[in-house]
């Protein structure tokens, strides 16, 4: 059973360019989940889905950074016109309906690189 | 208030000592606690969930005060390979929403 699957494993874009993030959630999970990782800094977390759903979103900036998380394929986190700004480690993590002692399985990241 | 706080650290410790974290929620109806380890530069990883009752998993146990809404994270014999940062995470929802709440992590150097 493969883990969660990110890819690229390292993105490198210009600025003004756009990045497209993928990720396959481990298989019978239907929630996913993006977060945002600087250098030294913490977890921040971005959005949440399920199947073709938007569940919280309160983490996206309001610009530019979009999600989505199809019936058929991976989730995708699309980011526009890119900026120094947005190089980090960006995370996907999954997990199953239902079981809530059962936490998340992360992928191994994409890590954006801004020049 | 934070709703997860951990205290930062840095600890730094030797091989072979106990080490006790410490993290508090803020939501007195949370339904499900986890201790997560991060080394640098890598994913999250599932170290332990945390049950009402306490539980052990070989050197490492766990915690849980709902009275006081704390999670404690005890690591004995300490070894090289335990330093990271170790995360606190809360499930403060029932249902079908299953987001965790994070806290910043504490970091942890075990020094031969």
């Known amino acids: 059973n493969a883990g969660v699957m990110q890819n690229p494993r390292h993105l490198v874009r210009r600025r003004g360019q756009e990045a497209r993030l993928r990720c396959s959630p481990m298989?019978?999970?239907?929630?996913v989940y993006w977060y945002r990782q600087l250098p030294e800094e913490g977890l921040k977390f971005m959005v949440y889905?399920?199947?073709?759903?938007?569940?919280?979103e309160s983490g996206m900036p309001k610009e530019r950074f979009s999600a989505e998380f199809p019936k058929e394929g991976p989730s995708i986190l699309r980011i526009q016109q890119v900026v120094r700004g947005d190089s980090a480690a960006y995370f996907c993590?999954?997990?199953?309906?239902?079981?809530?002692?059962?936490?998340?399985?992360f992928g191994s990241g994409t890590r954006l690189t801004v020049v | 208030r934070k709703e997860v706080e951990q205290d930062p650290g840095p600890f730094n410790v030797p091989e072979g000592a106990t080490v006790a974290f410490n993290c508090t929620y803020s939501?007195?109806?949370?339904?499900?606690f986890f201790w997560y380890r991060q080394d640098c530069r890598k994913e999250p990883k599932l170290l332990m969930s945390?049950?009402?009752?306490?539980n052990e998993d070989g050197r490492f146990t766990a915690q849980l005060n709902r009275a006081s809404q704390y999670i404690s994270l005890l690591i004995r014999d300490s070894k090289l390979s335990d330093s990271a940062t170790y995360l606190c995470?809360?499930?403060?929802?029932?249902?079908?929403?299953?987001?965790?709440?994070w806290g910043l992590g504490t970091s942890l150097g075990v020094n031969p």
């Open positions: 945390v049950y009402s009752s306490g």
């Open positions: 889905l399920q199947k073709e759903n938007i569940i919280d």
């Open positions: 939501n007195s109806a949370s339904q499900s």
């Open positions: 298989k019978g999970h239907s929630h």
């Open positions: 995470v809360v499930m403060p929802n029932a249902g079908n929403n299953r987001k965790l709440i």
């Open positions: 993590a999954s997990s199953p309906l239902g079981q809530t002692n059962y936490g998340y399985t």
